[in-house]
């Protein structure tokens, strides 16, 4: 209906990346994240828009309207200094944020600690590259998951890039527009892993598709106009892409 650039998930078990299978061993060797923070991935939570209990990603895939996710690197100020961690649940309902901290245990902090105690790391903008995932923020503050199909550099800085949506939709975003953040490594890893999703994954040849779309001729090849949608900036200034 054009209402957003995600749809409804596929049946689990369908469709599928290119690159298949790998073990989550491997990937914990590969990246240094505990065990534990991957199982934390697959637990699955009640969600406002879902029916039955389901893995968090599957509500971030569908478009959400807070930062908050499970997998969101953090860190939580504590006696004697900051902790490492990530967010362990989906955002509560009373505005606290519960944590998972990389030398074991859980923390919960109030709503009205959360801007004191709680730093939300992220990378930095020039980690933006081919084939990455993104959240990128849409009218109605609902951000939905892209990949970055083209960068802008200047002078070694990127300065804007170009995400494609599932439905075909895209957007330029804008490096200073603080609507958008990159998806950790692991998170976009892990979601491939499980296989639901015919478009996601990084892979060469997901990126080199989102390439040559890019780089068309046709303003359809392109994703033309996102349907009608708005995107908007964090000044909130709202235009169409």
Not at 54 to 59: C, G, I, Q, T
Not at 182 to 210: F, I, M
């Amino acid at each position: 209906d054009g209402s957003s650039p995600a749809k409804k998930p596929e049946t689990p078990g369908k469709g599928g990346g290119s690159q298949g299978a790998k073990s989550t061993a491997s990937q914990e060797e590969k990246s240094g994240w505990p065990a534990a923070w991957y199982k934390l991935l697959d637990k699955k939570f009640k969600s406002e828009d879902s029916d039955s209990n389901e893995a968090d990603f599957l509500r971030v895939m569908r478009g959400i309207s807070s930062r908050i996710y499970v997998g969101r690197p953090v860190q939580v100020k504590e006696e004697g200094g900051w902790s490492s961690g990530i967010v362990c649940a989906p955002p509560n309902s009373d505005g606290s944020v519960s944590v998972l901290l990389e030398k074991g245990g859980e923390i919960t902090v109030e709503s009205g600690d959360v801007d004191s105690k709680i730093r939300f790391q992220g990378e930095g903008a020039n980690n933006v590259e081919v084939g990455r995932h993104v959240l990128v923020m849409f009218e109605g503050d609902i951000f939905y998951v892209g990949v970055v199909a083209s960068v802008q550099k200047e002078k070694q800085v990127v300065k804007r890039f170009v995400v494609f949506f599932e439905h075909g939709d895209r957007a330029e975003v804008e490096t200073s527009d603080e609507s958008f953040e990159l998806l950790p490594q692991e998170w976009s890893e892990h979601v491939q892993r499980k296989g639901k999703w015919r478009w996601w994954g990084y892979n060469k040849d997901r990126s080199q598709r989102a390439v040559e779309a890019e780089a068309g001729p046709d303003d359809e090849a392109k994703g033309g106009k996102a349907e009608g949608k708005e995107r908007k900036r964090q000044a909130g200034e709202e235009t169409n892409v």
